[in-house]
């Protein structure tokens, strides 16, 4: 398969707190010779587990942005064991427009797995993950919320696995990250999502969906962020114990 056109303007073996994009060329009519540029920061300290962070799979749901934004400013890599990569805002032309699929080819992420480093724009990044970011991870969470056309009670969520050590591992990582619900989901859509490829993988994923209605609350914005770190407490990424609901 043809190398990515994704470059990323971080080191991922560098040791320290980075802040950089992930640069993906589009050229259109306002801009030439533009590209995509999606914000993603690294810190890292010395050997050990990696998380990937992730949110703005759909670009309408704003408590992973909001949370992973916060936590790439006020993350002491010093404070950690291993990798900690964010990626607030994956599908960054959709969460630039504030809409589920992005404005430029309508693409659905969680549907456009495992991408294509020819196909559209959305294909281009899903490809990124598939073969550069998810294989750097062992444990992997996406932050997910209704979006403007739905409205959750806030939960986190791992999958039935046909590998129930697997299954375990996310289950263990879902009650972790401590949202006010949880749940086992059978997928019945499961083709092209994010969740499918990283669990291929054999990755502990969980995810989650915190609301919706097309806004964010600060209650729900503050389950997202105990959780992130209650998740990377577990990973043994973080030192602590784990922070429990009030
Ligand atoms: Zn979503």
Avoid at 32 to 57: F, H, Q, R
Wanted: aromatic share 8%; glycine share 10%; hydrophobic share 35%.
């Amino acid at each position: 398969m043809k190398p990515s056109p994704v470059k990323s303007t971080i080191d991922f073996g560098q040791d320290g707190l980075q802040h950089g994009f992930l640069k993906l060329p589009h050229s259109h009519d306002e801009s030439a010779y533009g590209s995509v540029m999606i914000p993603i920061s690294m810190a890292k300290n010395g050997e050990g587990p990696t998380a990937l962070l992730t949110g703005g799979n759909h670009g309408d749901e704003y408590e992973g942005p909001i949370a992973l934004f916060d936590l790439a400013r006020t993350i002491d890599p010093r404070q950690i064991r291993g990798r900690v990569i964010l990626v607030p805002a994956m599908n960054y032309p959709a969460f630039q427009a504030g809409k589920r699929t992005s404005p430029i080819d309508s693409g659905n992420m969680n549907r456009s797995f495992p991408g294509n480093p020819e196909g559209s724009i959305t294909e281009k990044i899903t490809d990124y993950f598939q073969r550069t970011l998810l294989p750097l991870a062992e444990w992997v969470l996406d932050l997910h919320s209704g979006g403007k056309t739905l409205d959750f009670l806030p939960f986190c969520a791992a999958h039935r696995l046909e590998d129930k050590q697997q299954e375990q591992r996310c289950a263990e990582a879902m009650r972790a990250f401590n949202a006010p619900y949880s749940m086992m989901l059978l997928e019945i859509d499961s083709v092209g999502m994010y969740d499918t490829a990283a669990e291929a993988m054999g990755k502990v994923f969980i995810t989650t969906e915190l609301g919706g209605k097309g806004t964010a609350t600060a209650e729900t914005v503050s389950i997202a962020k105990r959780g992130i770190l209650n998740f990377l407490i577990h990973a043994g990424i973080l030192e602590g114990s784990p922070e429990l609901r009030s």
